[in-house]
C-alpha cells in the first residue's frame, strides 16, 4: 500500500450538520465522546498500511488542522503524514472549491509530485471500518481505471445516494444521483451479482455508491485535465468517464452509516451505547480507531444511576440519572439532573471550583450543567453553559426552529445547544 496516495475531502460548508459546523470543519465534529469525524477515514488508512494522507477544506479549518497536527505525527524515519490542504488562491485558481473533483484539481499540481499508482478518494463524514487494502486490492485484479465501493440499499433510503448498475462482470455501467419516483424503480438490479442471498436481494435491490474511490493516477489526472467544467466525481466525472473506461464495484458488506445530517449524526452517536452489541464498536484492537491524546484524568462518577451511556475522560457527574446518553470530554454535571438521550460533546477546558463559585457568586452560569436541570432529546456543542432548574425537553414537539441569539436550533426534533451557549436559569425550550 506504500504505492497509494489517499486524499480525503473534507467537504464544503457543512451545512446539513449546522449549527456544529457552525465554528468548525465538519471533518472537525466531535464524534463518540472523544473522537473527531476526521479519525475515521484516516485510522482506517493507517490500519490498511496507507500513511500518505490529505485532507482537503474549506471551511474554518483552524480546529481540524490543530486536532490532525497534535494527533498524527508519523516517524521522521517514513514518509507517512496527514496534512491539510484548505483552499487557497494561486496563479490558476482565484475561487473556492467548487465540488468534490474541483477540491482535487485545484492541488493536482502537487498530487502529481508523488511517485504512486493510485489515488484514494474519502468522504469525511460516514462512519465505518474498513481495510481499504482489500479495495486496492481488487482494483488491482480487475485492472479497473476506477473503482466505487458500494453497498446494497432498501428502497427506503436510496433515493438519498448515488445509484448504479453492474454487467455481468462486475463492471458499472448507468448512473443516477438521488433519483426518485419512475428513475428509481429503473435502477433496481438483481444484486445477487454482488453475492446477497435471495431473500437480501428482495430486501436491498439498489446498489449506492459509498462516495469513496480507486482511482489510477493517470487516470484521475486525465479526467481532471480534460474535463475542467466537471466539478463533482458522482455527478460529472464518473458517470462521464463510464463510457471509456473500466469502472468495477467492490462490494463493503459491513455496518456504514452517512452522519452528515443533524439526525444521521445524533442517532449514530446514540447507537454506541446500545446494549448488548452496537452495530459499530469503538472496541477493536485489531482495527483501533486513533485520535488526539489529551491525557485526561479518569472520569469521576459520584452516587449516580447511568444506563446505556458513554462517559468521555475527565468528567465529573454528581448525584444524577444519566440514561442512553454521550457525555463528552470534561462533561461536568452538577446534582440532581436528568439527562435522557443527549449527545454532549463535552469541553475544551476546566474551570476551577474558585471560578464556579465566582461565577455563581455574580450571577453568572459556569460551565457545564447546573442542578435540576433535565434535558431529554439534545445535542450539547462545546462549552455550554446551562443554568440551574433548565429544562429542555421540546415540550411541544417543535419539528425545526432557528433560534440562534437564545443559544439553541432544533434540527428534525432534536435540540442543538450551540458551542459556548450561555442557558440562564430556570429556562424551558
Known amino acids: 500500500m506504500k504505492r497509494v496516495l489517499s486524499i480525503i475531502l473534507g467537504g464544503g460548508a457543512g451545512t446539513r450538520l449546522y449549527p456544529l459546523t457552525k465554528l468548525r470543519a465538519k471533518p472537525a465534529v466531535p464524534l463518540a465522546g472523544k473522537y473527531r469525524l476526521i479519525d475515521i477515514p484516516v485510522s482506517n488508512c493507517i490500519n490498511s498500511d496507507i500513511n500518505k494522507i490529505y485532507v482537503l477544506t474549506q471551511f474554518n479549518s483552524a480546529s481540524l488542522n490543530r486536532h490532525l497536527s497534535r494527533g498524527y505525527n508519523f516517524s521522521n524515519f517514513t514518509e507517512g503524514f496527514v496534512e491539510v490542504l484548505a483552499a487557497q488562491q494561486t496563479p490558476d485558481n482565484s475561487g473556492w472549491f467548487e465540488g468534490t473533483a474541483d477540491a482535487v484539481r485545484q492541488y493536482l499540481q502537487l498530487l502529481k509530485e508523488w511517485d504512486v499508482d493510485e489515488y484514494l478518494i474519502l468522504s469525511g463524514d460516514h462512519l465505518y471500518r474498513m481495510d ?144 448488548p452489541k452496537p452495530k459499530f464498536s469503538f472496541y477493536d484492537e485489531q482495527a483501533p480507531i486513533y485520535t488526539r491524546a489529551r491525557y485526561l484524568p479518569p472520569s469521576k462518577i459520584l452516587d449516580c444511576r447511568v444506563t446505556e451511556s458513554i462517559v468521555g475522560e475527565g468528567c465529573i457527574v454528581k448525584k444524577s440519572q444519566i440514561h442512553h446518553s454521550v457525555l463528552g470530554v470534561r462533561s461536568y454535571v452538577d446534582d440532581h439532573c436528568t439527562l435522557d438521550n443527549v449527545l454532549w460533546l463535552g469541553s475544551d477546558y476546566y474551570q476551577s471550583l474558585s471560578e464556579r463559585q465566582a461565577d455563581l457568586d455574580q450571577g453568572r452560569v459556569p460551565l457545564g450543567i447546573g442542578e435540576n ?54 429556562t424551558e425550550i
Open 132 to 275: 481499504y487494502s482489500r479495495f486496492v486490492q481488487r482494483h488491482r485484479d480487475t485492472n479497473a481505471d476506477i473503482t466505487i465501493s458500494v453497498v446494497p440499499m432498501d428502497e427506503r433510503r436510496a433515493s438519498a445516494f448515488g445509484l448504479m448498475k453492474l454487467d455481468e462482470s462486475g463492471r458499472v455501467g448507468d448512473f443516477c444521483e438521488k433519483p426518485s419516483g419512475d428513475e428509481l424503480t429503473q435502477m433496481q438490479v438483481d444484486t445477487t451479482l454482488l453475492g446477497l442471498s435471495a431473500e437480501q436481494a428482495r430486501e436491498q435491490p439498489y446498489i449506492a455508491s459509498m462516495g469513496i474511490y480507486v482511482f489510477k493516477k493517470e487516470v484521475l489526472i486525465d479526467l481532471l485535465e480534460s474535463n475542467i467544467a466537471h466539478t463533482d466525481f458522482g455527478k460529472e466525472v464518473i458517470p462521464t468517464a463510464a463510457a471509456n473506461h473500466n469502472i468495477q464495484a467492490f462490494l463493503f458488506d459491513d455496518y456504514w452509516e452517512d452522519i452528515g445530517t443533524i439526525e444521521a449524526f445524533y442517532e449514530a452517536n446514540l447507537a454506541l451505547a446500545q446494549q
Open 373 to 426: 436541570t433535565v434535558i431529554r432529546k439534545a445535542i450539547v456543542d462545546k462549552n455550554a453553559r446551562i443554568g440551574k432548574n433548565v429544562k429542555i425537553v421540546n415540550k411541544a414537539q417543535v419539528e425545526e426552529a432557528n433560534h440562534e441569539d437564545e443559544g439553541f436550533y432544533i434540527r428534525s426534533g432534536i435540540v442543538v445547544i450551540l458551542k459556548n451557549a450561555i442557558i440562564p436559569d430556570g
